[in-house]
């Protein structure tokens, strides 16, 4: 039982980097997934050709193949970058945590574009002739009435790939960020109690998964009676 409250203590100091990753990256996704999904929708040339590149390569690739790939390149980019432009970057300044932060965001941007591109193309767009025609501009007919259903229909969606973003830190560890699976990882290899240390990290990933839940279940709640109030408006 004192090796389970000693796992449990020391996993603990592992979830603030899961959970700090996780947002940030859901953060960064939504921001530059809404305007790659809207991009694609309105089918910018060029620009456009190179979302569909940029999101079949990072869905379509395993995720610890792009941590490596930015673990290792990142650092060999800046340096060959201060010799040719005569910088002075230090390679230092991307740490493991950062390495993670960018390639989870650029990850969960190709998700998430996706999706909320799909909710996009779920509006109906005779509501952007009706705004016009009631005097509403094309920001305030995207800000007010296209994006928020949009994002109701895409937030099953959105829910899903946060989950995952939370599971997938678990590969952060394969390049020294300290989240969840690293601390098991050297306590299972320290006291070759793997089973118990393993099955301690699994519960904390369904805890994370089961609090995003609730959350997501109120947000989907607020969702629908902001969509009710409009139809019925």
């Not at 390679?91 to 190709?110: E, G, K």
């Not at 109906?124 to 007010?144: C, P």
């Not at 599971?167 to 109690?193: C, P």
Request: proline fraction near 3%; charge should be neutral.
């Amino acid at each position: 039982m004192s090796f389970i409250l000693y796992t449990v203590s020391e996993v603990l100091k592992g979830v603030p980097n899961t959970i700090i990753i996780s947002i940030v990256a859901m953060i960064v996704g939504l921001i530059i997934g809404t305007l790659f999904a809207f991009i694609q929708t309105k089918k910018i040339p060029i620009i456009s050709q190179f979302i569909v590149i940029y999101n079949s390569f990072f869905r379509s690739t395993p995720l610890i193949v792009q941590l490596f790939i930015m673990y290792y390149g990142i650092p060999k980019l800046v340096i060959w970058s201060n010799a040719q432009f005569t910088l002075t970057i230090n390679p230092d300044i991307f740490s493991p945590l950062v390495i993670a932060f960018i390639v989870f965001s650029l990850h969960a941007v190709a998700y998430l574009s996706e999706s909320i591109k799909g909710g996009l193309l779920s509006v109906d767009t005779d509501q952007i002739e009706a705004a016009q025609t009631v005097g509403l501009s094309t920001i305030r007919t995207y800000k007010e009435i296209i994006l928020p259903q949009a994002f109701s229909y895409a937030l099953p969606n959105i829910e899903n790939q946060f989950i995952m973003l939370i599971k997938g830190t678990s590969l952060a560890f394969a390049v020294q960020v300290t989240e969840i699976m690293a601390v098991s990882h050297v306590i299972a290899n320290e006291g070759y109690r793997f089973i118990t240390v393993y099955s301690v990290a699994a519960i904390f990933y369904w805890l994370l998964a089961i609090v995003l839940e609730l959350l997501f279940s109120k947000v989907e709640n607020r969702s629908a009676q902001y969509m009710t109030s409009k139809t019925t408006a």
